[in-house]
């Protein structure tokens, strides 16, 4: 096969939803139609359970399972598909983030009764900063839920993106009959049955023929009708190039648990997602089918075994064939690398392998040489942007406890650091350091971590700040200005960029006011935000 026909091959994508959406269930409905698992219940079990939230021990253990599935990857009709799981727990929303910055498009699962939750607005905004293509997918269909036009007009409202409907539910909860799919004017008709595989689906030639009446009531038909012909009037037909360029999401409806609605959902995804595309480097676009060899580093995961320290460093392919064995350019440090045991991973199993290709992530054994965002390349110097650091949400001063060991915390939480743990901020005079994070449970891991893997002691000093902004300012003096009468709030991140640390709301909008000429990014990458998160403070 030519590399241009193994990209095309390709499917990265993510799925994503707040929790208790059906982001599993449905991941597992594709693995089951994939063939890649034969039952139900296989990728639940390695879920971090969100009611385990101070069981930390579970938690590591079950996110050391998580290596498995960090990357599912199936064939389905001579289709290379890669989910990345995201970890579903709000405290490992930096993660999530970071995933997001690997795939190439993804899929957001709302459920019919929550409608759209506070996850699912944060994930989707990060998704539009990217102008990754989004799908979304309207779960447990099978339940009394919203009013799917109001639905429609929520997700519109709360996630700024345009919709489309290619499929439209006929009632819903115990009255649910199925979905008529727009797109293709086919009927699937509900079944409530968690062992069926494949829908049964009925092609319909005119909505207003006989032919309908045959499987539902004139009530549900009249209705159907209606619906039909508002939405129809509406929508323009479906665009699949807006689609990918990210400004418009079609919608189906369904429901997972009774893996209704997942094959159309799945063939109309292979159909109209984007296989892998260019990337921006720092340098220059970087197209996927440029024969050398480009990639980054986008997760790091530690070896949960305190003897071995090595880590798996997760990499995505962006251009040309990886190979086991070749040396490869560590554009940061400059050093040359290879690796012997490369690993990819069918679904629930790492395997070891000798090529990748565009789309395809491969695990890295590490001793320390990467960094989350690391490129490697085959001698030129590149470096992919998109992986910034978003502001954390804690923040707490790491005080050491045993003086003696030293050292070892200073080493161990830069490390933690660079696996994205936690971020890491500086602060003179004295060499403070301050932990910030997006959920307490990050405070929890570094405790225990620290002490198991490096034999260090630290307690944590809460702070008051809520939100850090990395500042910028055309006028140099201006800037020393405003670090020198906020010094106190003032902290360098891990590449020494000046990061303001606010402690209210007002305290920004003060800041701003006083000094119109400061820009507060909340975002470390400002080049690639949206004009308005650059500048926001929400
Ligand atoms: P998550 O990964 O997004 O957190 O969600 P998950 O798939 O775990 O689904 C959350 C709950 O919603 C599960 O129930 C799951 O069975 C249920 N669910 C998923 N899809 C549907 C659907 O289409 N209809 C209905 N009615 N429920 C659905 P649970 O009680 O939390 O877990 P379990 O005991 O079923 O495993």
């Known amino acids: 096969m030519t590399l241009k026909q193994e990209i095309d091959k390709r499917k990265t994508f993510a799925i994503i939803s707040h929790p208790d959406a059906g982001k ?16 139900a219940g296989a990728v639940k079990s390695n879920k971090i359970r969100k009611t385990s939230t101070s069981d930390f021990m579970e938690i590591e ?4 399972i998580s290596v498995a599935t960090s990357v599912m990857a199936f064939e389905y009709k001579d289709k290379r598909i890669n989910i990345l799981d995201t970890p579903g727990h709000k405290d490992f929303a930096e993660d999530t983030y970071r995933t997001l910055t690997a795939v190439d498009s993804v899929i957001v699962v709302v459920d019919s009764v929550k409608g759209v939750e506070e996850q699912t607005k944060r994930l989707v905004e990060v998704c539009r900063m990217r102008n990754t293509p989004v799908i979304i997918f309207i779960n447990k269909m099978d339940r009394e839920g919203k009013d799917p036009f109001d639905l429609i007009e929520e997700i519109d409202g709360t996630l700024h993106i345009q919709t489309q409907p290619l499929t439209w539910p006929i009632n819903q909860g115990s009255l649910f009959k199925g979905v008529y799919n727009l797109y293709k004017k086919e009927l699937n008709l509900f079944e409530s049955n968690k062992s069926q595989l494949a829908d049964e689906v009925i ?16 009530k549900d038909t009249k209705k159907l009708r209606d619906d039909v012909e508002l939405i129809e009037g509406v929508f323009e037909p479906f665009d699949k190039e807006l689609y990918q360029s990210g ?18 959902l799945l063939e109309t ?7 892998p595309r260019s990337r921006e480097a720092a340098e220059r676009m970087v197209s996927a089918d440029e024969n050398k060899l480009s990639g980054f580093v986008f997760k790091i995961h530690a070896n949960l075994d305190p003897n071995h320290r090595d880590r798996i460093a997760f990499m995505r392919v962006c251009s040309g064939k990886f ?7 560590h554009t940061r440090t400059g050093k040359k690398l290879k690796f012997a045991n490369p690993a990819t991973f069918m679904a629930n199993e790492k395997i070891l392998t000798s090529e990748a290709y565009p789309g395809d992530v491969i695990g890295l054994y590490d001793s320390g040489n990467f960094k989350i ?19 954390p949400e804690i923040f707490k001063e790491l005080e050491n406890r045993d003086p003696m060991k030293t050292k070892q915390l200073e080493k161990g939480i830069n ?13 003179e005079p004295g060499n403070r350091k301050i932990i910030g994070t997006v959920g307490d449970l990050q405070f929890e891991v570094i405790q225990f971590r620290l002490e198991h893997e490096y034999g260090a002691k630290c307690a944590f000093i809460p702070l008051k700040f809520f939100k850090a902004f990395w500042i910028t300012c055309p006028d140099k003096k201006i800037l020393e200005t405003f670090m020198i009468r906020k010094s106190y709030a003032i902290v360098r991140d891990k590449e020494n960029n000046p990061v303001f640390l606010a402690e209210s709301e007002w305290n920004v909008t003060l800041s701003k006011n006083d000094y119109p000429e400061i820009i507060f990014h909340t975002i470390s990458e400002f080049d690639v935000a949206h004009s308005t998160h650059s500048t926001s403070s929400g």
Not at 323 to 329: A, D, G, H, Q, V
């Open 269 to 275: 995804f292979l159909d109209i997602a984007p296989s």
């Open 61 to 64: 253990k079950q996110r050391g």
């Open 203 to 218: 092609s319909i030639e005119s909505l207003h023929g006989e032919q309908i009446l045959k499987y539902l009531s004139e």
């Open 373 to 391: 965002g690391d490129t490697l390349t085959e001698g030129e110097n590149l470096h992919f942007k998109g992986i910034p650091s978003f502001s």
């Open 247 to 264: 400004l418009l999401a079609p919608v189906f409806f369904g429901s997972a648990i009774n893996n209704f609605g997942i094959q159309e």
């Open 24 to 39: 599993t269930t449905l991941t597992e409905k594709f693995l089951l139609f994939g063939g890649a698992i034969q039952v």
């Open 415 to 427: 490390q933690l650091s660079e696996e994205g743990v936690a971020q890491l901020f500086k602060q």
């Open 323 to 329: 190979e086991r064995n070749t040396f490869y350019y």
